[in-house]
């Protein structure tokens, strides 16, 4: 009986509640964002390059650019999930694979700009990086 009453009051919990649905995310993510890594606050710089939207039908279109001023990324953007991969390549080697979610609209809380954040993992160390997973956060500016 316990078992029944959750599932009836559960269901109306969320006949009732006020969700939000979108069909797409931002469609355009091209720009420069402030990174910050870990613990560490507006570390460096992504710049996304301006792209072609993708084919009719096509959910995920390619990305490129460049963060820590010259190393490349390449990657994709769902435009109907807001999620984005890429790979981090220094000197030609993958070092870095980073994924997350776009904000489906910009958020008062930064100044009304659009922001993402996930994880990324070292997969190559360089310098002082240790193997692991981290998490990052990205406003656009």
């Known amino acids: 009986?316990?078992?029944?009453?959750?599932?009836?009051?559960?269901?109306?919990?969320?006949?009732?509640a006020n969700i939000a649905l979108a069909d797409t995310?931002?469609?355009?993510?091209?720009?420069?964002?402030?990174?910050?890594?870990?613990?560490?606050?507006?570390?460096?710089?992504?710049?996304?390059?301006?792209?072609?939207?993708?084919?009719?039908?096509?959910?995920?279109?390619?990305?490129?650019?460049?963060?820590f001023g010259s190393d490349a990324i390449t990657g994709f953007y769902c435009l109907k999930s807001g999620r984005i991969y890429f790979v981090r390549n220094n000197a030609g080697k993958i070092i870095q694979a980073w994924s997350g979610n776009v904000s489906q609209v910009p958020n008062p809380q930064f100044g009304q700009k659009l922001q993402m954040s996930g994880t990324f993992a070292i997969v190559v160390p360089v310098g002082n990086d240790t193997y692991g997973e981290y998490n990052f956060h990205a406003v656009k500016q």
């Open 1 to 16: 009986m316990k078992k029944l009453l959750f599932g009836v009051s559960l269901a109306g919990m969320l006949a009732t």
């Open 25 to 67: 995310w931002q469609s355009d993510l091209s720009g420069t964002w402030t990174l910050s890594l870990n613990v560490f606050p507006n570390i460096t710089t992504l710049v996304i390059d301006p792209y072609t939207a993708s084919p009719q039908g096509t959910d995920c279109q390619g990305i490129k650019g460049t963060m």
